[in-house]
């Protein structure tokens, strides 16, 4: 199947710093990428949906101005979290969905990135 | 608002068990439904796709059906093995082009050797 890899894949920063997290499709072009939020022991939240070239669109509940994410190739999504705090520790999955020749809408999965912030 | 329930929460059985996890869906207006896995602390492995058009779907010892007019799906591991130990999520994917993906909150299956 398709890759996707994200990087970090784990981090750790102070309250206040900000954190950038990047979402890489290996071998095929995603159009769009989706950014969700995992909390222990409850499933994945959707967070926004990442458009190459375009904006993001967000989930209801997610601040825009907070969690930046840009999609500038077909290939690279970044989540970036500005001013961390304690309650953003969570765990940040990203996935992706391919385009020709057989797009059946099956995403596929980064190996998530778990942040931690002091 | 679809939502997805998977039953049970938890499951544990003795390593060579067949086993089924159960995934039902509120909204059978999908465009597809897929399982996955996802080890501790770990990204989700895509396991089967299944299509709305479609019943079933096998890969190896899993085989995935839908009922999309009644909502439920089932994952049907046979010869369980230790290294199956994980958590299965079970998404829905609701409406061609709207990409909206509604997860349930997963089987944590444990396979004891």
């Known amino acids: 199947g398709a890759v996707v890899s994200q990087h970090p894949s784990w981090v750790i920063c102070k309250s206040g710093t900000s954190v950038k997290i990047e979402c890489r499709s290996l071998d095929f072009q995603a159009t769009t990428m989706f950014w969700y939020r995992q909390f222990p022991k409850q499933s994945l939240m959707l967070m926004a949906t990442s458009n190459e070239g375009s904006k993001a669109t967000y989930e209801q509940g997610v601040e825009k101005d907070k969690f930046l994410i840009n999609h500038a190739s077909l290939t690279l999504s970044t989540l970036t979290v500005t001013s961390a705090h304690p309650e953003d520790s969570s765990f940040y999955i990203c996935s992706a969905v391919g385009t020709a020749p057989a797009n059946t809408g099956e995403l596929f999965f980064g190996e998530g990135s778990r942040l931690t912030v002091l | 608002k679809q939502e997805v329930t998977q039953i049970p929460a938890a499951l544990s059985v003795p390593e060579g068990e067949n086993l089924v996890l159960n995934c039902s869906f509120t909204?059978?207006?999908?465009?597809?439904l897929q399982w996955f896995r996802q080890d501790p602390g770990k990204g989700l492995t895509s396991l089967l796709l299944?299509?709305?058009?479609?019943r079933e779907q096998t890969s190896g010892r899993l085989n995935a059906s839908l009922d999309k007019s009644s909502g439920r799906s089932t994952l049907y591991i046979a010869a369980s093995q230790p290294g199956d130990s994980a958590t299965y999520l079970c998404?829905?994917?609701?409406?061609?082009?709207?990409?909206?993906?509604?997860f349930g909150k997963g089987t944590k299956l444990s396979v004891i050797p």
């Open positions: 299944i299509q709305s058009s479609q």
């Open positions: 998404a829905v994917f609701s409406g061609a082009g709207s990409y909206q993906l509604t």
């Open positions: 909204d059978s207006a999908i465009y597809n």
